[in-house]
């Protein structure tokens, strides 16, 4: 359940943002949506921090700030 309000809630984000003109509007919301929680719960799992030298923040700021780079309006 609460991934499906994240999941709503991001899709509808992007949608305001392609909306308003900041995000391109050729790229599927949904696909976007799915590439940037795929990434996160990759990133997530306990084997991956373990080895990692970037706290989970940082992850999650790094693959938000790859994602939104990639569909912002130009």
């Given at each position: ?26 790229i599927e919301t949904g696909f976007v ?42």
């Amino acid at each position: 359940m609460r991934k499906k309000v994240i999941v709503e809630q991001l899709a509808l984000l992007f949608q305001e943002g392609i909306q308003s003109g900041y995000f391109r509007s050729d790229i599927e919301t949904g696909f976007v949506v799915s590439v940037f929680l795929a990434a996160i719960e990759t990133l997530a799992k306990p084997d991956y921090l373990v080895q990692s030298p970037y706290a989970y923040e940082t992850l999650v700021q790094q693959v938000f700030t790859l994602l939104i780079e990639g569909v912002h309006s130009k």
